[in-house]
Structures are given as C-alpha cells and as structure tokens.
C-alpha cells in the first residue's frame, strides 16, 4: 500500500478529487491531510469524508513549526508517507522536507508553467494576470516540487482555449475543469512509478 499525504491551504476541491479517487482503492491510501490555514475550506471536506465518506486524518501546524524544525519532515517520515502531494498549498515547501522526500513532492499549478509561475502567481492572481496579457490559451501543469516556486521538473500539461471575452474566472472554471479530470489520474501514474 502506498501512502499520500495531502497538503493543501484552501476550499479543497483539487484533494477532494484525490480523496475521492483513490477511496476504494486496494493500491493507494490517503493517509493524512495537513494544512496551515485553520479556516480552509478543505478541513470541512475532511471532517465530512469527502465526497466518499471517507477519513483522512487533519494536521494543523503553524509558520514557526514548518520552517523552524523538522517535525513535519519527521512526523511524515515515520508515517511512512510515499507521496506527498500539493492541493492548493500556498507555502514555499522547505528545504530539508524537500531533500527528505526526493522526486516524492508533486505540486498542481493553475498555468501552463514556466508562463504564469513564481512568488505571488497563485489562484486567482495567476487567472488574471494571463486575461490582461491577452493569452489565447492557458492550463494546468503539474510538477515536481523543489525548494523554489514552481520550478520543478514537468510531469504533465494540459490545456484549454482563453477566449478574447473570457474573464478571470472563466479562465478558472477552464482551468479547475482540467486540474479536477488529470491531476488524481497523474498522481496514479507517479505512485505506480515509485
Ligand atoms: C488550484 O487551482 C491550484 O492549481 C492552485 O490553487 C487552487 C486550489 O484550488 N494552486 C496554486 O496556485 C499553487 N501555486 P482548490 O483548493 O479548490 O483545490
């Protein structure tokens, strides 16, 4: 059984999906969910099981605890996590959680990277900085993790169309509609190769 740890910040929609994907199989265990935002949608997701009913134990921690110290590294460690896996998490992973789960972090990012990457281009902000450079297209790019933004190497790409009327949050629902069909599917693959 390969175990995988969820982090995400927000509504949750992306480990929902992974949660929900991987519940009845006999290969794959969700095994933790760990956030740093006490107010994020996705620890109600949890806390009602997902869409399947499903219990996925939530760690809370805070700033000082993720970069001051190794208790996350450890504490994944001796959970004998495989795969960790970014849903919508906001934080810079550090470096010692990075070099502790070599080529085992995979991050989703809401553009077709390199394009749209970097401190500060999250969510929303990336739908609207690719609306007002007049892209005819963006996607999803899901990627390995290394200790800077958005910067690892390239697992998988998707795209869909921006049209010149399209808004921000057109461009979102295109790109969620893609991240919520691949990224459970690419998170398959990369457990499959491990
Ligand atoms: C997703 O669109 C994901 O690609 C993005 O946050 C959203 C989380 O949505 N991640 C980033 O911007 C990371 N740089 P969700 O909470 O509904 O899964």
Redesign the pocket.
Known sequence: MKRIALF?S??????EKIADYFADSADVDVTLLLTNNPKA??IDRARRGFGKNTHVPVLLFDRTTFYNSDRITQFLQQQQIDLIVL????WLMPAGLVSAFPDRIV????ALLPKYGGKG???HF?HEAVVAAGEGESG?TIHFVNEHY?EGQIIFQASCPVLPTDTPDDVAHS??VL?HTHYPRVVADVLARL
């Open positions: 995400a927000g509504s949750g929609s992306n480990a949608g996705v849903a919508g998490f906001m991050n989703i990012h809401p281009m999250y969510g990336v999803i958005d790109v969620q991240e």
